[in-house]
């Protein structure tokens, strides 16, 4: 199993049927799989915060949601988060492409990486950080369940250097 497998496989077994995403060629290939997937609506969005609304309706409706983004749109949408997402209280499971960490080979992402983990912690929000693909899945569907539970966001952080 690789990584776009364990979060394909993760989506399924819970269920998500809503993927709001940005576009990453780390996580194309898992894209590309919810494209194919008649049972899963996936909306390409050009703004973190825009997905975290149109999640956030697709909540309302009903849905199970995600949201696929580079950890350097986290800046984008903490007010969303915070204002709209924790403030109602809905689940959102935010898998993030973790750019800016050991081995990053381009240096404007390293700042963003270095303060991914800070910043979610500032925010009261939980996150994992997986070193394969089998651990991103249980992961996964551990961060969903907490996620419903705590009524807030909770991200998986996927380091380039693992996938």
């Known amino acids: ?5 364990a979060i394909y496989d993760a989506f399924k077994d819970i269920g998500i049927d809503f993927v709001v995403s940005v576009p990453c060629v780390n996580l194309s290939k898992v894209l590309d799989m ?7 609506i996936h909306i390409p969005v050009t703004r973190e915060e ?3 609304g149109i999640c956030a309706g697709a ?3 009903g849905k199970k949601p995600a949201i696929l ?3 350097s749109g ?6 969303a988060l915070k204002s709209l ?8 499971l935010m898998i993030m492409s973790h750019r800016g960490t050991e081995g990053e ?3 404007g992402q390293v700042p963003m990486g270095e303060a991914t983990p800070r910043l979610l912690e500032a925010m009261d929000f939980n996150f994992f950080k997986p070193t394969n693909p089998a651990g991103a899945y249980e992961d996964i569907m551990e961060s969903w369940d907490m996620s419903v539970e705590e009524g807030k966001p909770v991200s998986v952080l996927l380091e380039i250097k693992y996938w």
């Not at 986290?74 to 007010?79: E, W």
């Not at 997402?85 to 959102?92: A, K, M, N, Q, T």
């Open 85 to 92: 997402s924790e403030l109602y209280e809905f689940p959102l």
């Open 69 to 71: 983004m580079q950890n």
């Open 34 to 40: 919810l494209d194919d997937d008649d049972e899963i």
């Open 1 to 5: 199993m690789d990584s776009s497998e």
């Open 59 to 61: 909540y309302l409706g």
């Open 50 to 52: 825009e997905g975290i």
């Open 74 to 79: 986290l800046g984008n949408s903490i007010n």
């Open 105 to 107: 080979s381009i240096c």
